[in-house]
């Protein structure tokens, strides 16, 4: 019924036109451009600011020819506004109740942001693609839908009782030969997975105290290795043995983050190590079972880096 009644109305419409000039047609039923090509504003705007909308067509080549910003800023009478959402991060860090707070240093207002990362280390790549995900597969610990982690075992020993005099003692340190506690372990996620954080490269001088130029030389190798101007420490105490004087150098060091921390691993992984003879790799004690790893190059090893090797060749 509704199909034959719909075609009826249609065909009375369309033989009348004066009828069909008086149907009102809803606006939601069709779509017109309402935007303007040009600015009807009447006040005076600056010659910064385009008064034509961007419907309109290209620019042409002669206009893009005869731009020029210099001309353009000589002959601004009055300066453009200022930005209102210019920030000046404070110098100071007063307390986390303070009104004026530091944003964070990712942030581009920051006074601690740091451009970058401009490359993608072979490197660092690789830890990303390949060692995360075994990293948190390696520690994944799995509790059951609906339980919970036991309790973790006591960090300190206690005293077994078998003398009067234990009652009242504090409880003993962990067995070993160091007298601190280890890092807690915690749960290993996406989120904390065990990366490397930087680098500190370090060079104890025995000489420095009866050679001063000692430190220079230090101070340049440790510098063309790594890329990072070197920073010189001095002793804190007289020590005989080592020859330490106070307050004068001792070592050069430097510490290695971003970029510049993948680019002196690689360097030592890839060229390096390699060329040592008979070498047996890092080993396994090397760390202290809180995320430290530390080993050492003897001199005929540090003149195997390119940055050192070069001036040997010449």
Not at 64 to 69: A, G, K, Q, R, V
Not at 82 to 104: D, E, T, V
Not at 114 to 131: A, K, V
Not at 213 to 230: H, S
Request: with cysteine; charged share 20%; proline share 11%.
């Amino acid at each position: 019924m509704a199909a034959p009644q719909t075609a009826r109305v249609t065909r009375s419409l369309l033989s009348n036109p004066k009828r069909m000039s008086r149907v009102q047609i809803p606006q939601c039923l069709y779509q017109t451009r309402t935007a303007s090509t040009t600015y009807t504003e009447t006040t005076d705007l600056s010659e910064d600011v385009v008064p034509d909308t961007s419907f309109r067509n290209a620019i042409s080549e002669e206009h893009i020819t005869s731009f020029n910003p210099l001309a353009r800023s000589r002959r601004r009478k009055t300066q453009l506004p200022p930005s209102r959402y210019q920030f000046r991060p404070p110098k100071y860090y007063r307390g986390p109740l303070h009104p004026h707070q530091p944003p964070p240093p990712w942030d581009p207002s920051s006074r601690l942001f740091i451009p970058g990362p401009f490359s993608l280390p072979r490197l660092e790549e690789t830890y990303h693609t390949t060692l995360a995900p075994d990293l948190m597969t390696l520690m994944y610990t799995h509790h059951p839908p609906g339980t919970l982690p036991g309790p973790s075992p006591p960090r300190l020993r206690g005293w077994d009782g078998s003398s009067p005099y234990h009652k009242n003692r504090p409880l003993r340190a962990p067995r070993g030969a160091s007298p601190h506690l280890p890092l807690m372990d915690r749960p290993v996620t996406f989120r904390n997975i065990p990366r490397l954080e930087k680098i500190h490269v370090h060079s104890f001088l025995r000489d420095a105290g009866t050679d001063q130029n000692v430190v220079a030389v230090a101070c340049m190798v440790v510098q063309a290795i790594t890329g990072v101007r070197a920073r010189v420490y001095r002793a804190k105490h007289n020590i005989n043995n080592f020859n330490l004087v106070k307050g004068r150098p001792c070592a050069v060091g430097v510490e290695l983050r971003g970029e510049d921390m993948w680019a002196f691993l690689s360097k030592v992984v890839e060229v390096v190590m390699p060329r040592i003879k008979e070498y047996q790799g890092v080993k396994g004690g090397a760390g202290d079972g809180s995320g430290d790893i530390g080993w050492g190059f003897s001199g005929e090893v540090v003149g195997g880096f390119p940055e050192v090797e070069v001036n040997y060749d010449a």
